[in-house]
């Protein structure tokens, strides 16, 4: 199970670290990704990393600015997120899957583990 949190009110410009908790595993074996969700639209690829496997590939809106890391204990991933905007507001969610194709990172039904979500909200 995966459990999302550090969610919350920031400035735009400002920084943000969420946390993904993997319960009862580790992600060492797995790919990870962060997707969000702004109201009234369809989930959204953020990043995607195969762990044992290549650089992460991230969504061309934040490439620059976020930054997908794993703690040493591989239990806990993290999406650091700077320079916030107003269009970076959201819902998001961590989501896991023991094997996928790299085309396939930024799919959703990709992953068969989700976090319940933590909402990002960027003021202008």
């Known amino acids: 199970q995966l459990q999302a949190s550090g969610g919350g009110l920031v400035q735009a410009g400002g920084s943000l670290r969420l946390s993904c908790v993997a319960s009862?595993?580790?992600?060492?074996?797995?790919?990870t990704a962060w997707f969000r969700q702004a109201p009234g639209k369809e989930r959204e690829f953020v990043v995607g990393v195969r762990w044992n496997a290549g650089s992460p590939r991230y969504a061309d809106s934040v490439k620059g600015r976020f930054t997908i890391s794993r703690d040493k204990d591989r239990r806990t991933v993290y999406l650091q997120m700077n320079s916030l905007k107003p269009e970076d507001t959201a819902i998001y969610f961590c989501?896991?899957?023991?094997?996928?194709?790299?085309?396939?990172?930024?799919?959703?039904?990709?992953?068969?583990?989700w976090g319940q979500g933590t909402l990002v909200t960027v003021s202008s």
């Open positions: 989501a896991a899957a023991p094997r996928i194709i790299w085309s396939s990172l930024a799919l959703p039904s990709s992953y068969d583990s």
């Open positions: 009862g595993g580790t992600f060492s074996d797995y790919a």
